[in-house]
C-alpha cells in the first residue's frame, strides 16, 4: 500500500474555511433547518471546522516562524512574541471586537474544549496565566454586539481568510 502525500498546512487551512461557510450557509438556509436542534448542531460545526482551520493555521504559522507553534497560548512566548507575523497576530487580538478574540470565545463557549490546559506541569502559576490568556480574548468581545450569531461567524470565516491571505503575500515577497 502506498501512502498518500503529505497534505500541506495552506491545503488544510484552505478546506477548513471552506466546510466552515459552506456549513454556515446551510446553518443559514430556513428551508433545511425545522428543528432548533439541527440549527444549533450544524452552528457547533461549523465552530469545529473553524477551530481545525486554526489549528492548521498554527502549523502553517509556524513554518513561517520556523519553530512549532502549538496553541494561542504560545504566541505569547518570548521565543515566538518577536516575530513579526506573530506580532501582527497580537495586534489584531489587541483591537476591539476583533475576529481572534470572537473566534476564540466560541472555541471555548461551543466546544468547551480548555485546551489551554493540555500539557501544563502541575506549575499553578502557569496555569492560571494560560487561563486567564482565553478569559482575556473573550472579555475583549463586546457583549452587547447586535448582530446575529450567523452574521459574527461570517465576519471571523472572512476576517481570518483575509488575514491568512495577507500572511501569504507577505511570506511570498520574502
Given at each position: 500500500?502506498?501512502?498518500?502525500?503529505?497534505?500541506?498546512?495552506?491545503?488544510?487551512?484552505?478546506?477548513?474555511?471552506?466546510?466552515?461557510?459552506?456549513?454556515?450557509?446551510?446553518?443559514?438556509?430556513?428551508?433545511?433547518?425545522?428543528?432548533?436542534?439541527?440549527?444549533?448542531?450544524?452552528?457547533?460545526?461549523?465552530?469545529?471546522?473553524?477551530?481545525?482551520?486554526?489549528?492548521?493555521?498554527?502549523?502553517?504559522?509556524?513554518?513561517?516562524?520556523?519553530?512549532?507553534?502549538?496553541?494561542?497560548?504560545?504566541?505569547?512566548?518570548?521565543?515566538?512574541?518577536?516575530?513579526?507575523?506573530?506580532?501582527?497576530?497580537?495586534?489584531?487580538?489587541?483591537?476591539?471586537?476583533?475576529?481572534l478574540?470572537?473566534?476564540?470565545?466560541?472555541?471555548?463557549?461551543r466546544?468547551?474544549?480548555p485546551?489551554?490546559?493540555n500539557?501544563?506541569?502541575?506549575?499553578?502559576?502557569?496555569?492560571?496565566?494560560?487561563?486567564?490568556?482565553?478569559?482575556?480574548?473573550?472579555?475583549?468581545?463586546?457583549?452587547?454586539?447586535?448582530?446575529?450569531?450567523?452574521?459574527?461567524?461570517?465576519?471571523?470565516?472572512?476576517e481570518?481568510?483575509?488575514?491568512v491571505?495577507?500572511?501569504?503575500?507577505r511570506?511570498?515577497?520574502?
Amino acid at each position: 500500500m502506498s501512502q498518500s502525500a503529505k497534505i500541506k498546512p495552506e491545503s488544510e487551512v484552505n478546506a477548513y474555511l471552506f466546510y466552515s461557510n459552506r456549513l454556515l450557509n446551510l446553518v443559514s438556509s430556513t428551508i433545511l433547518i425545522e428543528q432548533h436542534v439541527d440549527k444549533m448542531a450544524l452552528t457547533a460545526a461549523v465552530c469545529l471546522s473553524l477551530k481545525q482551520a486554526w489549528m492548521s493555521w498554527l502549523k502553517e504559522l509556524s513554518g513561517y516562524v520556523g519553530s512549532e507553534i502549538p496553541d494561542y497560548a504560545s504566541l505569547l512566548s518570548a521565543e515566538h512574541s518577536s516575530h513579526p507575523e506573530v506580532q501582527c497576530l497580537l495586534d489584531v487580538s489587541k483591537q476591539k471586537n476583533n475576529w481572534l478574540s470572537l473566534m476564540m470565545s466560541y472555541f471555548e463557549l461551543r466546544l468547551n474544549t480548555p485546551s489551554i490546559m493540555n500539557g501544563l506541569d502541575d506549575d499553578k502559576e502557569q496555569l492560571t496565566d494560560k487561563i486567564s490568556l482565553s478569559r482575556i480574548d473573550a472579555l475583549q468581545i463586546d457583549t452587547e454586539m447586535k448582530n446575529s450569531e450567523e452574521v459574527q461567524l461570517s465576519t471571523v470565516i472572512t476576517e481570518f481568510k483575509l488575514y491568512v491571505n495577507a500572511v501569504r503575500s507577505r511570506q511570498a515577497e520574502w
